[in-house]
């Protein structure tokens, strides 16, 4: 089977990294698509995060409040969607892992 390509919409850093990830790993299509995904987080990401670089971490809004800018949660959002889908490829580990148990109702609750 031919090696596939990453996806054009990508940053070049970002499709060096796709490359090498397939490259690395023996991936059926299902997997593809879910290092798509966490490649199009990253750059999301990182756009979000220059934007908070060039334009700062908060703006006034029209009452004269500080307000968070949206690009904070995107790149919260980018970081957490990234990491778990890498999770999810399990990438880092040489064997399988023991998926997570659901949580319960009482998950979370102090006895």
């Known amino acids: 089977m031919a090696t596939p390509k990453p996806p054009d919409h990508l940053r070049a850093a970002t499709k060096r990294w796709w490359r090498s ?10 997997h593809l698509r ?6 199009e987080a990253w750059d999301r990401g990182e756009e979000a995060r220059e934007a908070v670089a060039q334009h700062g971490l908060v703006y006034t809004d029209r009452f004269g409040a500080p307000r968070a800018r949206p690009e904070v949660a995107v790149e919260r959002d ?3 969607g990234f990491a778990r889908l890498l999770r999810e490829l ?8 023991t998926p997570r148990p659901p949580r319960t109702a009482d998950y979370g609750s102090r006895r």
């Not at 879910?34 to 490649?39: D, I, P, S, V």
């Open 90 to 97: 399990s990438l880092d580990v040489d064997t399988p892992e």
């Open 21 to 30: 990830v397939v490259d690395d790993f023996d991936l059926e299509a299902h």
């Open 34 to 39: 879910l290092l798509t995904r966490a490649a």
């Open 78 to 80: 980018s970081r957490t």
